[in-house]
């Protein structure tokens, strides 16, 4: 028995537009790895792309769906509206000089809780966050330009918006693990498994603020950890008993899945820690071929003709 079933975050799933664009601001730009190449397993027209540290470890992995042609969203409320990502304490001004390098406009430095950071948009308009801190033991993927010492380490926090986020941290705290770490009224950060960096959530209320408005640049769900398949279990049949709805499990190859809609209207998993990006490749071809579940190999063909072309 885990004392934990929620450990931490799991991965982001978000809308992208261009594919190239994509890849080239989360790994040029940010320094991210490319850890696995497939396609999205309910509509395999469309590629499903993994960035994260070396080996895409549980709470560094950002994933994304890219839909040619699809408008443009809008962040808001009733959804999570920011990637905050962690770097190290010292770390602000590196990122401030690369951003200037590559012409990416910036807001901040600004502090909150007694943190660095600095606020931005990806290539598709989706707010993200770069968080100094001194907490976070994690190692970060080296690239050219980029030691380690100043690379992204992982996810710092979710955010998510809504008009009130009392029936959402309602949740979180009975059904989902989570303790409250900071509260200034309008905003809360709650943790599970550990108060460190990778757990943490945070819960804003804009009563004034309009709901997202889906398209790219916008998250499609957030994943949180678990585990085990038994662990998992025990999450989904709590859920049910409490009146939700979630999925059978899903196999999504690298990790087990259920899906559910909490309170505030959010789509959240739940996600096994394993058997992680490695099954299918090794450590130093992650990322460098298209990957398919073995149900849908036969249609290999098929699929890399219609797939938009990546660099």
């Known amino acids: ?19 190239k664009n994509n890849v080239r601001f989360y790994t040029e730009v940010l320094g ?27 709470g560094s992995a950002i994933t994304f769906f890219p839909f040619k042609g699809v408008p443009r969203g809008r962040s808001g409320n009733n959804s999570m509206s920011a990637v905050l990502f962690s770097i190290g304490e010292n770390s602000i001004e590196f990122w401030r000089n690369r ?3 590559f012409q990416i406009n910036y807001r901040g430095p600004f502090t909150r809780y007694n943190e660095e950071y600095l606020v931005f948009e990806d290539f598709d308009g989706m707010p ?4 100094a801190n001194s907490q976070d033991d994690r190692m970060g993927w080296e690239t050219p330009g980029i030691p380690a010492e100043h690379s992204i380490k992982g996810f710092f926090s979710a955010v998510l918006s ?22 200034t009224g309008d905003r ?7 108060n460190k960096p990778g757990h943490f959530v945070d819960l804003i209320s804009h009563p004034s603020s309009p709901n997202q408005m889906p398209g790219t640049g916008t998250v499609h769900h957030l994943a949180f950890q678990t585990h085990d398949e038994e662990s998992q279990q025990q999450i989904r049949k709590s859920l049910v008993k409490s009146g939700y709805s979630p999925s059978p499990v ?28 490695m099954i299918d490749e090794g450590i130093e071809s992650l990322g460098s071929s298209l ?5 849908m190999e036969s249609q290999r063909t098929e699929i890399e003709n219609v797939l938009e072309p990546i660099d």
């Open 32 to 58: 991210l790895r490319f850890v696995k190449k497939t396609i999205n397993y309910d509509s395999p027209e469309t590629w499903h792309l993994y960035y994260g540290d070396k080996t895409g470890s549980p």
């Open 99 to 101: 951003f200037k390098t």
């Open 188 to 194: 809360v950060r709650v943790f599970s498994g550990n």
């Open 162 to 183: 809504y008009g009130s986020f009392d029936p959402t941290l309602d949740f979180l705290l009975r059904e989902m693990n989570h303790k409250i770490l900071e509260n």
């Open 128 to 131: 993200v966050e770069l968080i």
């Open 291 to 295: 990957k398919l579940p073995h149900w």
């Open 250 to 277: 899903m196999d999504r190859q690298y990790f087990r899945s259920i899906y559910f809609k909490e309170p505030g209207g959010v789509l959240f998993e739940v996600a096994t820690s394993g058997p992680g990006f």
């Open 1 to 19: 028995m885990y004392e934990n079933l929620v450990n931490g975050l799991h991965h982001v799933t978000a809308i992208a537009g261009s594919v």
